[in-house]
């Protein structure tokens, strides 16, 4: 027997084993489920006897077993005596030449830079002109809609006027009351758009 008029008798007989098995599987668990029945019935009543169906099944399963025996008989002798395939046999082989090797110019690896990003962080935009600290500070501009960074200035508010008020009260007449006027401590903080110049917002001191 040739090697190509036994492959479809191997793929009858590997067929045959796999319907065996699932038949043998299906038998097997048919055979547990009665055994424990079997089992709890004698618990309950010492007189039932063995059921019929349980006894041909385990006859029947005897038989599945040794029809896999001979199949996988049959298989083993079909697979020893197959013969190898010979070099005649063999698809021929085609020696191509190498594909050929080109050298590509280098690519310029200086088109990136890979720069460290700066210490410093970047300065926050204040989007809330309520929100502007005492110094300059970078925020958009009602007026003019530009982001810009204010521009601080001081003029005279409530707590310039209050400390005028009680350096008078305490004799401090001879010049000493208009003192809070000179210091920008004493005034109130504006913030300007160095753009338009109009006024963002200011923080009073009182």
Not at 153 to 173: D, E, K, N, P
Request: one cysteine or more; aromatic letters at 6%; hydrophobic letters at 30%.
């Amino acid at each position: 027997m040739s090697g190509t008029s036994e492959i479809p008798v191997l793929e009858n007989v590997l067929e045959e084993l796999y319907v065996l098995g699932r038949r043998q599987l299906r038998l097997e668990e048919r055979c547990a489920i009665l055994m424990k029945q079997y089992e709890f019935m004698r618990k309950a009543n010492t007189d039932v006897e063995k059921p019929t169906e349980l006894a041909k099944i385990e006859k029947e399963l005897e038989t599945l077993e040794k029809k896999k025996e001979e199949q996988l008989q049959r298989k083993n002798s079909i697979i020893n005596q197959k013969p190898l395939q010979t070099d005649d046999h063999r698809p021929p082989t085609h020696n191509f030449p190498p594909p050929p090797v080109y050298d590509l110019p280098c690519a310029n690896t200086n088109i990136y830079s890979n720069t460290a990003p700066p210490s410093t962080p970047a300065p926050e935009v204040i989007t809330d002109v309520e929100d502007l600290p005492p110094f300059s500070s970078k925020t958009q501009c009602p007026s003019c809609e530009g982001y810009v960074s204010t521009e601080i200035f001081y003029r005279v508010g409530s707590a310039t006027w209050l400390l005028c008020f009680v350096a008078t009260i305490l004799g401090c007449v001879a010049g000493c009351c208009v003192m809070p006027f000179c210091f920008e401590g004493t005034k109130d903080i504006g913030h300007r758009c160095p753009k338009c110049q109009k006024e963002i917002h200011v923080i009073q001191r009182l």
